[in-house]
């Protein structure tokens, strides 16, 4: 069993930044893409950022400059440094990851950004 947990999310001011962890748990020997996704009321989910094992970043245009996906395989953990927050990042972020040719989700976390 895997799971996704994320941490980090809150309620912060238009400017201000945060940053998201998820930590990949379970029977984990490798793990290929993880990424970060969004979902904001009354709208789909969206890709954020994504970063494959290899390398390499990829970025939605919209947070392009402004958000940072990083990883560490040590600690199956991707991580999202959002800055420059603006009030249209608000919504539920969604961790996910490819392990094992499966994917998987966590459970969302909630980013506000109050204008």
């Known amino acids: 069993q895997v799971q996704l947990v994320e941490s980090g999310g809150g309620l912060v001011q238009a400017g201000g930044s945060l940053r998201l962890s998820c930590a990949a748990s379970?029977?984990?020997?490798?793990?290929?893409?993880m990424g970060w996704y969004r979902q904001a009321p009354g709208k789909q989910r969206e890709l954020v950022a994504t970063?494959?094992?290899?390398?390499?970043?990829n970025y939605a245009d919209s947070v392009k400059g402004r958000f940072t996906i990083s990883r560490d395989n040590a600690k199956n953990t991707v991580y999202l440094q959002m800055n420059s927050l603006k009030p249209e990042d608000t919504a539920v972020y969604y961790c996910?990851?490819?392990?094992?040719?499966?994917?998987?989700w966590g459970q969302g976390i909630q980013v506000t950004v109050s204008s």
């Open positions: 996910n990851a490819l392990i094992h040719s499966s994917r998987y």
């Open positions: 379970g029977n984990i020997f490798s793990i290929n893409a």
């Open positions: 970063i494959p094992s290899g390398g390499g970043t």
